[in-house]
């Protein structure tokens, strides 16, 4: 089976172009979903955060604050170690079950969506990484609208993060999500249309 690799910051988009693949007709494995499974109340991982973390975390129904957990980890990379040493191992055992269920489903290719895979050294795993991006401002813009913070919490949260054209040059190929997206789809379905016949990286000049 070929499997690709998404990848892209915070609010970039990352997930709209998981759902233009989608609707392409190609499935695609959330490693955020996966990780919201595995934290859930009665899992190991909810276990192993809530005693690192402490009981704060816990909204009412018992569930992880993912925004309070998320603001104590950008804000010390020791505490982001922390928390990736007990949680990543166990995403990634997800991820490689929900591929080998949709390659038994008779599937020939699929996505990985994942923040952290050139940040990880992970793009081994995948014939090829596809890296979505748009400008810091409309990043930042994005953060402060969906999470409702202010500006300087949202740039504290981009900046944590690996520079956007870094993570661009490292990928095999780049949507630019930061026009409209009827432009994003049909970058969208021209790259679909290329993973289905093509094997293996495209040249430098072919990527963007």
């Known amino acids: ?10 609010c970039s988009g990352k997930s709209t172009v998981a759902r233009f693949f989608r609707e392409e007709g190609i499935p695609v494995v959330d490693a955020d979903r996966i990780s919201r499974e595995i934290t859930l109340p009665g899992m190991p991982a909810h276990a192993d955060i809530v005693r690192k973390f402490g009981g704060d975390l816990l909204l009412p129904d018992g569930r992880i604050d993912r ?9 010390d990379p020791g505490k982001r170690a922390e928390l990736e040493a007990v ?16 390659a038994a489903m008779g599937h020939s290719i699929a996505i990985v969506e994942a923040a952290l895979i050139h940040e990880k050294g992970r793009s081994g795993m995948f014939e090829a990484v596809i890296g979505v991006g748009c400008d810091r401002g409309s990043q930042v813009e994005r953060l402060m609208n969906r999470d409702g913070i202010p500006r300087e919490e949202a740039l ?3 900046s944590a993060q690996m520079d956007p054209e870094e993570k661009a040059r490292a990928s095999d ?3 630019d ?7 994003t789809r049909a970058r969208v379905r021209a ?17 963007r």
């Open 1 to 10: 089976m070929r499997v690709f690799g998404l990848t892209g910051g915070i």
């Open 67 to 75: 925004k309070k957990l998320g603001a104590i980890v950008f804000a």
């Open 87 to 102: 949680t990543h191992p166990r995403i990634a055992l997800g991820i490689r079950e929900a591929v080998s269920a949709l």
């Open 156 to 158: 504290r949260i981009v």
């Open 173 to 175: 190929y780049v949507i």
């Open 177 to 183: 999500n930061s026009g409209d997206l009827a432009t």
């Open 191 to 207: 790259l679909a249309r290329k993973l289905r016949v093509g094997r293996g990286h495209s040249s430098p000049a072919s990527r």
